[in-house]
Structures are given as structure tokens and as C-alpha cells.
T-cell receptor, first 111, second 110 residues
Framework: DTAVSQTPKYLVTQMGNDKSIKCEQN?????MYWYKQDSKKFLKIMFS???????INETVPNRFSPKSPDKAHLNLHINSLELGDSAVYFC??????????FGPGTRLTVL | QKEVEQDPGPLSVPEGAIVSLNCTYS??????FMWYRQYSRKGPELLMY????GNKEDGRFTAQVDKSSKYISLFIRDSQPSDSATYLC??????????FGKGTRLHILP
């Protein structure tokens, strides 16, 4: 019954590795997002997709590449991980004008 | 000037007290105003949203928007320990990305 799900929940990896985080929503929403929340709890938008099309691409390094195979999925691939990438990454989906539904988050730790 | 300003706290109040959380913003075009609650190690969840000035009440929670002052507030009456969380204000234009405040950490002391 989970509306927005993310996998994995925790990810610990070495600098320089490539990793992916998966997100799925079963709410039928057209728009999905990736957010990064740093250690100070600041929630910053990274990407937004609407019906598999990239809508928002904030100032994010090219090492981050979102992929939306269909409307219900938005995955995040990160190349050459750096220490500063350590954060909690939230996926969210949003019906038009209304609230966003957040996933449980993926806590990424880069060693 | 940042688009949305919010005092990060932490704010500690005794159980039963009235809590007042506030945000200011700079973009007068914002039309939707929201408050999210985030428990530790969880994703944010929407508490309340409004798209006009004035007050909106839901149980112990009241959201207040003053567009002329570019100021929004969330009041929590009869605060409970279970209200301890981080509260994020958020706002957006129609059909646009949501801009979040940095969040205020609230502790309700039993």
C-alpha cells in the first residue's frame, strides 16, 4: 500500500563508485521529483519529471542522472560518488497544484 | 535574500503550550502555502495547505497566511510530545516547483 517507495533505504559506499536509487509511486501522479536533504535538514530540489519528461533540472553536477522509464518510476543514478554526496535523498510525486507525497528516503553515506 | 526564511530552532516548549512557527518569503507571486512535518528518519508529510490569506484550522493546528507581510505561521494548540518533529514551511506558484524552508526542529517536553 506504500504510495511512494524507494530502494535501498540505506546505502554505504566508497568514493568513486557508481550507484543507483530507485523510486516508484502507485498514486497515478504525473509529476515526480528528487530532493536532497543535507545534514542541516535543508530540502533542496534536484530534478522534476512530468510524464517521463524532464521539467526541472536544478544546478546539480552532471554525475547525477535521473531516468524515468515510465510515469510511475523515477530512478537516480550517481557516478563517481564524492564525500559531499552523503545525504538523504527523497523521491516525491505530486498531483497538479496539490501536495507532494514523499518517499521514506534513502540515506547515502560515501566513505 | 533567500526565497524562504525559517528559523531552524531548536524550539523547546512544555507539553500543553501553544507553539508558533513562522516563515517569511520574498516572492510575492507565491500562491500556495504549505506546512510539512518530518519525523526523524522519515519523509516529510503534508500537514496543511492554503492558497489564500487568512486562517485555516484543522484540529489543534492553525495555518495563517499574511500575503501583505509575506509571512506565514503555524500554530499548534495543546502541544503533545508526539508533535516533536521538524516542521517545514513550503510555498509555490501554480504548477511550479515547491520551495521549502530549512525547517524548525520542535521539542515538546513532557
Amino acid at each position: 500500500d506504500t504510495a511512494v517507495s524507494q530502494t535501498p533505504k540505506y546505502l554505504v559506499t566508497q568514493m568513486g563508485n557508481d550507484k543507483s536509487i530507485k523510486c516508484e509511486q502507485n498514486l497515478g501522479h504525473d509529476t515526480m521529483y528528487w530532493y536532497k536533504q543535507d545534514s542541516k535538514k535543508f530540502l533542496k530540489i534536484m530534478f522534476s519529471y512530468n510524464n517521463k519528461e524532464l521539467i526541472i533540472n536544478e544546478t546539480v553536477p552532471n554525475r547525477f542522472s535521473p531516468k524515468s522509464p515510465d510515469k510511475a518510476h523515477l530512478n537516480l543514478h550517481i557516478n563517481s560518488l564524492e564525500l559531499g554526496d552523503s545525504a538523504v535523498y527523497f523521491c516525491a510525486s505530486r498531483p497538479r497544484f496539490d501536495e507532494q507525497f514523499f518517499g521514506p528516503g534513502t540515506r547515502l553515506t560515501v566513505l | 535574500q533567500k526565497e524562504v526564511e525559517q528559523d531552524p530552532g531548536p524550539l523547546s516548549v512544555p507539553e500543553g503550550a501553544i507553539v508558533s512557527l513562522n516563515c517569511t518569503y520574498s516572492n510575492s507571486a507565491f500562491q500556495y502555502f504549505m506546512w510539512y512535518r518530518q519525523y526523524s528518519r522519515k519523509g516529510p508529510e503534508l500537514l496543511m495547505y492554503t492558497y489564500s490569506s487568512g486562517n485555516k484550522e484543522d484540529g489543534r493546528f492553525t495555518a495563517q497566511v499574511d500575503k501583505s507581510s509575506k509571512y506565514i505561521s503555524l500554530f499548534i494548540r495543546d502541544s503533545q510530545p508526539s508533535d516533536s518533529a521538524t516542521y517545514l514551511c513550503a510555498m509555490s506558484l501554480i504548477d511550479d516547483k515547491i520551495i521549502f524552508g530549512k525547517g524548525t526542529r520542535l521539542h515538546i517536553l513532557p
